[in-house]
């Protein structure tokens, strides 16, 4: 098939090319011409695992280009994928889809024949209805313009391997013919067993925010029951084999820690309980703020164990690097990172803060220029009294204790994602605190 891909970002950039590794001839959209450029000459903008080598494949084929000029796109392509950005509103609570409806304002008046627009992005429900009644007042085609929502599932630093091999696909449609062209465009996941959720659109909006805040309440209630572990004297460790042994529990997404981040689960969560509000669902709303509370908690959590672990010493003057800046591993995205945020919080309290990461430096420095920043693993622990890691690098869990040691001081190092062999580090010397383990 002929697609385009509207919206050229952590979505947009690895749908296309994983679209053209299908098969497809591929024209992505967006309205950077600078972003565009270095696109086309095979150059990713963005950190994903084997997204470089899949562009700079599908570039050179001929078989994946860009532009910023929509008309061409509708004149290109018979599917059209729209993935632009929903950043949570202004209120706080609800999805600004400013940029969805003004995708289709530019793109709909080109559409003179029959084709499919694929809604991408994670929108309210009711979106689709509204977007299908948008495109087909303002298209040549008409009612011969269908609007599908096939909701992504990416993980960040997956997201090549979750587009071509993806657990599920979900698409929310009204018509036999949007049914078609989603079953022609993935033809080749579908036949390798993937399973397709033929949905009403509603269903579609709405399963995309029950999973992401389902992962979110995961996490929330993990990190409550370490606080538990904090004050009892308990091993959440332990805790999370034996409840994640029971097979309708599961150990998957209870890493405690920080809390989440990202550009996805922070605004899904706030989105999905206004929806639930909006619904009437006042019940489910109380439950879904709750995991709100507890995740926005989670940097007042770190600071406390932070404050422990300098005993005496105060926070303010103290030196501190911080290990990781991206939201998680394996992306440069630094969107509401737990990470940036205890970084500012402990130089709000007065402690002068570098930040180390193998990835995201550049990105941080835009977002938090206020804060220091090292590309050097071992140099960024010159004078610290105090390491914090705050992203799970496997660089961070790999890296030889016994080699960063060697210091006029061995600094404190405080394991707030609770992923290092503790044993191990303070057999070369270190002192070790971790969040939901007892102190030793």
Known sequence: MRVSV?????????????????????????????????????????????????????????????????????????????????PIDADGRSYDTAQVFGAIRQLAPHLDRPCTIVGKSTVAVGTTARITDLAQRLAPAREKVDVVWNPEFLREGHAVEDTLRPDRLIAGLTTAEGEKAIRKVYAGIIDAGVPLF???????????????????????????????????????SQIVDILGIDPRIGAGGMRRG????????????????????????????????????????????ALDLITHALGDRPIKGAQVTVWGAAFKPGTNDVRESPALA??????????????????????????????????????ALDGADLVVLATEWPEYRDADPHALVNRPRTPVLVDCRTTLDAAGWRAAGWTVHQLGRPGK
């Open 258 to 301: 920080i809390g989440y981040g990202g550009g996805c689960l922070p605004k899904d969560v706030r989105a999905f309980t206004a929806s639930a509000r909006h619904l009437g669902a006042d019940q489910a709303a109380a439950l879904l703020r709750a995991a709100e509370v507890i995740n926005e908690q989670r940097t007042d959590v």
């Open 6 to 86: 509207i919206g050229c970002g952590h979505l947009g950039i690895p749908h296309a090319a994983a679209m053209a590794e299908l098969g497809h001839e591929v024209l992505g959209v967006d309205v950077d011409q600078a972003k565009v450029d270095r696109l086309n000459s095979g150059e990713c903008p963005i950190y994903e695992a084997g997204l470089p080598e899949l562009l700079t494949t599908h570039t050179d084929s001929g078989r994946l280009r860009f532009t910023t000029d929509v008309r061409e796109a509708a004149d290109f392509a018979e599917l059209h994928f729209v993935g632009v950005g929903t």
């Open 342 to 379: 205890l970084a500012h919080a402990l130089q709000q309290a007065g402690a002068s803060v570098t930040v180390h990461d193998p990835q995201a430096v550049p990105t941080a420095m835009i977002r938090n220029p206020e804060l220091d920043y090292s590309d050097d693993l071992s140099g």
């Open 198 to 236: 033929v949905t009403d659109p509603a269903t579609a909006e709405l399963a995309k925010g029950a999973a992401n805040t389902f992962l979110g309440l995961k996490i929330s209630y993990i990190n409550a029951v370490a606080d538990m572990c904090d004050a009892a004297g308990a091993d959440i």
